[in-house]
């Protein structure tokens, strides 16, 4: 999961995109030697089918765990990272407090890690999140330094000279803090934040051929907001039914530490309706706006499977996002999927593009007693393709 969860391209670009790989696949590389017993193994081996199963690993185990990362995201290139995640308490333990309660209470966990990327894009972060009082409160954040290269299209996909895009180089700290509070007895939180980027920004052109204005190309980003989210789903990892609906706002002012005042809006729903025993629907809709002197790298961007990241930015972002999910047995299911955005502000949104994006993958059941599925997708969209590892559901 995520350390680090910050509403922008540049952090979404890394930490949305990241995919750190399941217990098994370490557990794979630890036990691969000769030296392995096979009780080890038989950890490994779910007694109900004979098939892999990470449910055991997960489940009853407690302390530091290592995970390897690895990121597929078109805007950065390939790479790879590791991190070494602490469990507070055992997630079997979680979820019988969970079945006792009536509430579905994520795990505590802390972690920290480094990846790079083929473009030369890397970072190190560290946060956590856990909860108070019987599930009453939660706490999720983290902090991260980081260096991220990704190219500038122009607001609205629009460059006032002739090239299709333009490289910049971030560089610089970041942080993401946290707290929420559950209202009533039911699923739903109500949240405060707090975002500070204090970022250097290098451009390969200078800032006016790249049409943007000194107000657009600052140095911090110091903003507090407020959050509101219901999650009715059956599981958090891969639903099948429930949904998730989520607003949030957050606020930049020279009065908090920001070099401009700004807002950012983001309002998402994601929804899961099983159609019959083994097929499940699933449903997305994502809406960003911005107001205000936002710098160029906090815009709002197009977010769907075979897009880059960052690719297509504007004031106003809109997105809708089908899923269909068929489970050819116990273990094994595949999906399908499709979706379009919209991204306006500068053009109108009747005369802006629509990139359209759409693909197919695989799905592996790797943990039953948790429902997580892992696997991986390929898609394609008017403006290239790209492959993804996934773990859990494919959005965030």
Known sequence: MPLVAMRSPVFDAIVRKRRALPPLFVACLLGASASASASALDRFIDPADGMFDASSWLLDRKGFLPVPIVITEPAVGYGAGAALLFFRERLGDAAARAAETGHRTPPDVFGIGAFATENGTKGAAAGGQWTFLDDRYRYRGGVGDFTVKLD???????????????????????????GM???????????????????????????????????????????????????????????????????????????????????????????????????????????????????????????????????????????????????????????????????WGRDTFSDATTPVGGGAGFRYLIARRLGLYVGMDYAKSTVGDAIYIQVGSAWR
């Open 152 to 178: 500038f299209y122009g607001v609205g996909d629009h460059l006032p000279i002739p090239v299709e895009k333009v490289g910049y180089t971030l560089k610089g700290l970041g942080s993401f803090q946290q």
């Open 181 to 343: 509070i559950r209202l009533g007895e039911g699923d739903t939180f109500l949240g405060v934040r707090w975002i500070y980027l204090d970022l250097g920004t290098q451009l390969s052109v200078p800032e006016s051929d790249a049409g943007l204005s000194p107000n657009q190309v600052v140095r911090r980003s110091s903003g507090l907001g407020v959050a509101i989210e219901h999650d009715s789903r059956d599981n958090i990892f891969t639903p099948n039914r429930g949904i998730l609906a989520a607003a949030d706002g957050t606020f930049y002012d020279p009065a908090l530490g920001s070099s401009n005042r700004f807002e950012t809006y983001r309002a998402h729903v994601f929804g899961y309706v099983p159609l019959a025993r083994k097929w499940t629907l699933a449903m997305r809709t994502d809406a960003r706006f911005a107001r205000g002197d936002v710098p160029f790298y906090m815009l709002p961007y197009i977010d769907l499977r075979g897009i880059p990241a960052a690719r297509f930015q504007d004031t106003n972002v809109a997105v809708l996002e089908t899923e269909l999910r068929y489970d050819v047995d116990e273990r094994y299911s595949i999906v399908g999927f499709v979706g379009a955005g919209k991204a």
